[in-house]
């Protein structure tokens, strides 16, 4: 059941919560990903760095139950 979350006196819906929540999962998983080497093997880097984020924030949305 996804929490219903107020901040400043405006809702927050439980899909904005999970692309918030996704963002440092996103950079963290980024980072690692740089550190490693993997992103030299990219062919366009801008592209997957926007896929991952989908893919990071869908499996939030489907673990929240959204």
């Known amino acids: 059941m996804p929490?219903?979350?107020?901040?400043?006196g405006a809702?927050?819906?439980p899909i904005a919560q999970a692309l918030l929540?996704?963002?440092p999962i996103?950079?963290?998983?980024?980072?690692?990903?740089?550190r490693l080497g993997v992103?030299?093997?990219v062919w366009h880097e801008a592209l997957f760095e926007g896929a991952l984020y989908v893919c990071v924030c869908a499996t939030l949305i489907l673990v929240m139950g959204v």
């Not at 929490?3 to 400043?8: H, M, P, Q, S």
């Open 11 to 13: 809702y927050l819906p």
């Open 3 to 8: 929490i219903d979350l107020e901040v400043g």
């Open 26 to 34: 996103f950079l963290l998983l980024d980072w690692v990903l740089r």
């Open 21 to 23: 929540l996704g963002l």
């Open 39 to 41: 992103l030299q093997f």
